[in-house]
């Protein structure tokens, strides 16, 4: 064997292998499907390491005060968000591993697990916080925090503290270089106008209310406290949408789509892990002490963080109906400068 870097060292293996401690074996009750819980907890927390070490990534590189087109930046945003998404898609997946445990495999240890549940997830719990989700908008407020450690609510509320994601995208978009610059628009003004003016032509009669959400949301100059995203990041936000398939606007845009995909990724895994709660212990309540599947149904509900992007599809309009773009802007969303 040659001298170097063993790989079992490497892994700190026997760390890793070494950190499956049945409560059923301690209890002299083995129930074989604990391993597999155990395991597959374990590897969640695992993966959900490896999204925070992206996120937060991207978050130091979102937070720059500028970021250059010309940079790898934008790039290095979108690769790392796209895995992230990728990771959470095949976390859906590995629900599919844990239903091999049967309601009364369970039952087999399950009474030996309290208080502790999955919602004690410290990192779960970042990461919604760095995505974006606050307190104000969580559902079971009272509950959120009850669970941890007095040093693990700590962790939640110091990156609460911080700026999530979302406010730096939102700080990102306003930020959108073109926009007060007047040689490219002939009057910014008016191309909001001819946009508002062919969306409005563009509803129909029971959507008529949304045009003065459009007022609002896209045209208005106060952001409300209630909203992560401001009137300006939003008309960037749609601009980007309504006129993506120029180069320069690519990036942004999958940047946009990335975190529309990881809402989704989110929501699915909520949306499998509540059937297989409701599967797995029907009406009872959780080891955490929750209601269970309503309480989860209600985070699946309201947790969604990047919705405001997603509303933004109210607001398109069919591409021939576009504003014309001066030439000189044109220009500088292409590839010829
Ligand atoms: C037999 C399998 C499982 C059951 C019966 C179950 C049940 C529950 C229940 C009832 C809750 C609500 C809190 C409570 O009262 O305990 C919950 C929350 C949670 N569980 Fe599970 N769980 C299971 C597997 C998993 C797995 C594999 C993970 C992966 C890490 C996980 C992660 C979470 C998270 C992150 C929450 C908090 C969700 C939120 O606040 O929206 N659970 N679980």
Do not use: C
């Not at 508002?196 to 896209?218: C, G, H, M, P, Q």
């Not at 599967?279 to 309540?285: A, D, E, F, H, V």
């Not at 149904?297 to 014309?324: C, D, V, W």
């Amino acid at each position: 064997m040659k001298d170097g870097v063993y790989y079992s060292d490497y892994l700190q293996l026997d760390k890793i292998l070494g950190a499956q401690e049945l409560e059923s074996d301690k209890a002299n009750a083995h129930a074989h499907d604990e391993m597999l819980f155990i395991i597959i907890h374990q590897s969640y927390e695992l993966w959900f390491k490896q999204i925070l070490y992206e996120v937060n990534s991207v978050m130091e590189i979102m937070a720059k005060p500028a970021i250059s087109d010309s940079s790898p930046d934008l790039f290095k945003v979108n690769h790392r968000l796209n895995r992230v998404v990728t990771i959470l898609t095949s976390l859906v997946q590995q629900i599919d591993i844990l239903e091999t445990m049967t309601s009364l495999d369970f039952l087999d240890f399950r009474n030996m697990l309290r208080p502790a549940s999955g919602f004690q997830s410290i990192q779960f719990k970042e990461l919604e916080a760095y995505l974006g989700l606050r307190m104000q908008n969580r559902h079971g407020k009272e509950y959120y925090t009850s669970q941890l450690k007095p040093e693990d609510k700590k962790i939640i509320e110091d990156v609460e503290k911080t700026k999530p994601l979302i406010d730096l995208v939102n700080d990102w978009l306003e930020r959108m270089p073109f926009f007060d610059k007047a040689e490219y628009w002939n009057n910014e003004k008016s191309f909001w106008s001819s946009y508002a003016e062919a969306y409005s032509e563009s509803l129909v009669d029971a959507e008529k209310n949304n045009l003065s959400r459009f007022e609002t949301l896209i045209l208005g100059h106060e952001k409300k406290e209630e909203w992560n995203l401001s009137p300006r990041a939003r008309r960037a936000a749609l601009f980007i949408l309504m006129y993506r398939d120029y180069p320069l606007l690519q990036l942004p845009y999958n940047l946009l789509n990335n975190l529309l995909e990881i809402d989704n990724t989110l929501s699915a895994w909520r949306f499998r892990h509540i059937n297989m709660v409701h599967r797995m212990i029907g009406t009872r309540t959780g080891t955490g002490g929750s209601t269970g599947k309503d309480y989860l149904q209600g985070a699946l509900n309201s947790h969604y963080i990047f919705k405001e992007f997603a509303e933004l599809t109210s607001f398109m309009i069919e591409r021939h109906k576009l504003p014309e773009l001066s030439t000189a802007l044109k220009q500088r969303l292409g590839f010829d400068i």
